[in-house]
């Protein structure tokens, strides 16, 4: 499926390498060939996507920008570079799409006959792997800058201008060229995570690696699983590996830091579903991934009769995960602070089927390629809390960029 999406201008491949605790409604999901697409000024989106979906209630795959449904930010955030270049929100109507399920593969095309489709995907020859020329990627932030930011932005926490902030640095390459296809394939074998997605428009690549995600609805339900909390893997010794698992449940730090997100997605789903239905399904839950244990909650609410996708988008993105609380200083102070804007990057890809439903991955763990500038760009970052040290911060952000360094022939 993936071989066979790779071949048009246009697709997104989903793909959460059965996971079974991630209530995904299908093992991979393919869409290919745009034949309506949303693409929306800036400072439109919102207003946009209401017009848009009342006129479109067929499959629709795409992605939001980090800054794409706030006011003025994009203003804001002008003084920071941005090279990738996505457009702030992007949904098309696929030509096709390929649905794999545990016991069945459902094709919907609108111009093709699903036999064809479906012989053409089996068909397909499978590039062999090739050599990596190992790219070397340089970071915005030396360590001393960023244990230097840090302690800046500890200020503000103890001066009480906000209590948690996802603070992101940037690595990136500047002419290079990559084989996009081939990379993912190496980042989803190497760090198989439940919200993969390969997402291609034109000559913009965004390879990702999710464990994470934003906001799925299903029926009238809302869910949202926020990670805050990560502890790294010792495939080695699995008593070891457990103890660090064990240690990351406990960890007064991560607790806090958790918590503070579940209480700001509470808050943001209590704007749109019934009073009293936002509920926390998990609280601390851990999950292991091949490099790393991740600290998930779960929090759900009943959607509220007559909000759509854009009143869901006002009410909760960015997400509590990449923002901080409170919101609006945080995303001051990351303006302030961080180096470069995000764009895709703490944005999210996903669908929205025919009948309504949702679900959307937060793009983490990814590597994002502009083809045409050929420069390569990958964020890291974490969650920053009273409680934070600075040095340990800033090896998390090392660890959650590994399996990206691996394929990159860094490490």
């Known amino acids: ?103 069945k593969v459902i094709i919907s095309t609108l111009l093709a006959d699903p036999q064809s489709v479906y012989l053409t995907i089996l068909s397909q020859q499978i590039p062999e792997a090739t050599a990596q020329t190992s790219i070397a990627v340089q970071p915005r932030f030396t360590r001393e800058a960023y244990l230097e930011t840090l302690q800046h932005i500890l200020q503000h926490i103890q001066r009480g ?71 790294k893997r010792i495939p080695d010794s ?10 990351l449940y406990n960890s007064p730090k991560e607790r806090s830091e958790n918590v503070m997100v579940v209480d700001l997605v509470r808050n943001d789903l209590s704007q749109i579903c019934h009073p009293g239905s936002v509920t926390v399904d998990e609280l601390f839950g851990i999950y292991s991934f091949p490099q790393v244990h991740q600290m998930i909650s779960t929090i759900s609410g009943e959607l509220l009769p007559g909000k759509d996708l854009a009143d869901i988008l006002e009410a909760t993105f960015p997400m509590g995960s990449m923002t901080g609380a409170p919101k ?10 961080e180096r470069t804007q995000r764009n895709l990057y703490a944005g999210s890809i996903g669908y929205i089927n025919p ?4 679900d959307f991955n937060v793009v983490i763990r990814s590597i994002l390629y502009n083809e045409a500038d050929n420069y390569l760009s990958y964020h890291v970052g974490g969650g920053i809390t009273f409680y934070s ?23």
């Open 238 to 247: 699995p008593e070891k590996d457990a103890e660090a698992r064990e240690a």
């Open 161 to 231: 201008d906000c209590y948690e902030i996802n603070f992101c640095q940037e690595f990136y390459a500047q002419n290079v060229q990559i084989a996009p296809y081939q990379l993912f394939k190496r980042l989803n074998n190497l760090s198989p995570t439940p919200y993969a997605a390969f997402y291609k428009l034109q000559h913009q690549y965004a390879l990702c690696a999710s464990p994470e995600r934003y906001l799925k609805k299903e029926g009238n339900k809302l869910i949202s699983q926020p990670i805050k909390g990560t502890a």
């Open 389 to 411: 040290n600075a040095v340990k911060e800033y090896e998390e952000c090392l660890l959650k960029a590994s399996a990206m360094n691996k394929v990159l022939g860094m490490l």
């Open 328 to 337: 609006k200083r945080v995303l001051e102070l990351t303006n302030q602070y």
């Open 1 to 103: 499926m993936l071989c066979w999406a790779n071949q048009y201008s246009v697709c997104c491949f989903l793909d959460n390498n059965g996971y079974q605790h991630s209530g995904n409604a299908y093992e991979c999901l393919a869409a290919v060939n745009a034949v309506h697409t949303f693409i929306p000024g800036a400072n439109q989106v919102l207003p946009s996507l209401k017009a848009f979906l009342k006129d479109n209630k067929d499959w629709l795959f795409g992605h939001f920008c980090y800054n794409s449904t706030l006011p003025g930010y994009q203003q804001q955030a002008a003084h920071l570079p941005e090279h990738v270049q996505f457009a702030p929100a992007f949904l098309f109507q696929p030509e096709t799409v390929a649905e794999l399920k545990s016991d």
């Open 355 to 358: 009948n309504g439903d949702f």
